[in-house]
């Protein structure tokens, strides 16, 4: 018994040393990670200009950072749940994907559009990157009017 002990105390130790040994290159990862994202992408965008900006700036040089800045945003829940975090709710009542109704059109905003729809993960029965897009812009929108209404109900009381 003691025998057996000692064997599963040297496995164990050297499950711990393992863990270790993973736990530095997962951190050294996420540091290369962090790394790769320029400071100077501020999201959500707030206003009409600073969207003018961004697709502005995006180039072929950094699509690829503002990329994966947007797919880290709309992590884990996706676009449907987390559009607010790149674009914000005030703003994307001035906008649609086509610019109908009135809207201002994202697709205009040719740099900023494909790197969006680029960001947008497909699959899991999602559907296309711009369905995606689509909804999450109509339910962004419908939120932000509910949390209004209800807002001026509470005040009115």
């Known amino acids: 018994m003691q025998q057996e002990n000692k064997v599963l105390r040297d ?3 050297v499950a711990i040393v393992a863990i270790a040994d993973i736990k530095v290159v997962v951190n050294q990862l996420h540091r290369q990670q962090v790394e790769e994202i320029p400071p100077t992408i501020n999201f ?3 206003s009409a200009e600073q969207l003018e900006e961004l ?3 995006i180039d072929k040089e950094n699509r690829a950072l503002y990329v ?3 797919k880290s945003l709309l992590q884990p829940a996706g676009v449907i749940r987390n559009l607010k975090f790149i ?3 005030t703003l994307m009542q001035e906008y649609n994907v086509d610019g109908i109704h009135g809207k201002k059109s994202l697709k205009g905003l040719d740099n900023f559009y494909d790197a969006l729809i680029e960001s947008i993960p497909i699959g899991n029965n ?3 990157a711009e369905k ?3 909804k999450a812009i109509q339910l962004q929108k419908n939120r932000f009017i509910k949390a209004k209404c209800i ?7």
């Open 55 to 57: 697709n502005a700036k």
């Open 87 to 89: 674009l914000s709710d």
């Open 126 to 128: 999602l559907g296309p």
């Open 68 to 70: 994966k800045s947007m």
């Open 44 to 46: 959500p965008v707030l």
């Open 11 to 13: 496995q164990l130790q």
């Open 151 to 157: 807002s001026q109900n509470n005040h009115q009381k």
């Open 132 to 134: 995606q897009l689509r």
